[in-house]
């Protein structure tokens, strides 16, 4: 859930906007700088990471790490950014399995970012790297599942409420993006 800074009007899913791969380099830069090596890699992923697709105006960054430890919390705190408190935030399940993260917000003020952290080798790893790359190679799925996403966002405003229509729509796509998965023999990188 948003911080009472973050709170705004209601949802808005805007067609793609070409700054948001160097808004991303602009955090990855400030998340590098926080944790240092502790960063197996910095990945920009979501809906902005993928060209021509609709998306919320928040940046979603996922730092993979070799382990979930308290200092990155502190590392990261020390830097402004904010771990959200809700336990959907520290735990997720992907492909069954239920996995440890965390997630940030932004320092208060600032633009719109997740900070996703996770171990590089989770399964919720890998499902946020695919479904970047599934809709980066599939045009006609990047234009359905944006055109999904304003549809909905028109109709059901409320960010909780969004989230839980999208749920099982995500599930569908991401059935689709291990088949192109299978049959590409796409891996992480």
Request: with cysteine; net charge negative; glycine share 6%.
């Amino acid at each position: 859930m948003p911080f009472p800074d973050e709170l705004g009007p209601a949802i808005a899913v805007v067609d793609y906007n070409p700054d948001w791969p160097s808004d991303f380099n602009h955090l990855a830069a400030r998340l590098q700088a926080a944790i240092g090596d502790r960063a197996v890699a910095i990945d920009h992923i979501g809906s902005t990471s993928v060209p021509g697709l609709a998306a919320k105006n928040c940046i979603d960054a996922q730092i993979r790490v070799t382990a979930l430890t308290p200092d990155l919390v502190d590392l990261l705190e020390s830097a402004g950014f904010r771990c959200r408190p809700e336990p959907w935030n520290h735990t997720e399940t992907s492909y069954g399995v239920p996995c440890e993260k965390l997630v940030f917000a932004p320092p208060a003020g600032e633009r719109a970012v997740n900070v996703h952290v996770r171990v590089a080798t989770g399964p919720n790893t890998r499902y946020a790297l695919l479904f970047r790359d599934y809709l980066r190679a599939n045009p006609e799925s990047r234009h359905s599942w944006g055109a999904f996403k304003q549809r909905l966002a028109q109709s059901v405003p409320d960010l909780f409420d969004y989230g839980q229509i999208k749920a099982p729509a995500t599930t569908i796509l991401m059935t689709t993006a291990e088949h192109w998965a299978t049959q590409t023999a796409w891996t992480v990188e």
